[in-house]
């Protein structure tokens, strides 16, 4: 038997995709910055050895979960999180205990993926596909979950949300200076 997997942690998981997504660092112009998987959560076991670009792959998978475009594409994605390590349902003893477990004898990125690929499908069924998506901010490609009430997030976070309507608001007060200048 390999190791033991369990889904990851779903807040450590979208802050996982938002630092190691290929959009997410092309959107903050900068490989260079991003934080140690062992600092944005609950860290999956197999995670902190692996290098940079197992991880960008990893997360550029899980990113594509969220921007598939149909209910094909997305199952698609999630398999190809899944399938690598070729994970295996077994019943063992745990604290003289029988359980089910998933285990799977694989290398770490492929540990990594599974990990990441059970916590999206878990997710797709809890809060459903139309509940994830990435932030409207211009130059921003964070993806977030929508657990609003209503339904209606469309920013990965607060300061997106006001820099938006900071923006917004600009934009419109421009468009009326030029309304009474064309005016006058
Ligand atoms: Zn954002």
Redesign the pocket.
Known sequence: MGYIIEPADQTWLIAFVNEYATAAWAARGSVESYADVADLGAVPPMAPSLPFRSLAAVADCVFDVVVAGSAEARAEALNRLISPAAPQVSVVLLDELTSVVLSASSDKADLLALSCGLAMAELVEDVGAARMGT?D?TK?D?IYIDRSPKGSRA???QQ?QTRSRVARHRAKQRLAADAINEAA
């Open positions: 932030c901010a921003c964070r920013y990965c976070s997106c």
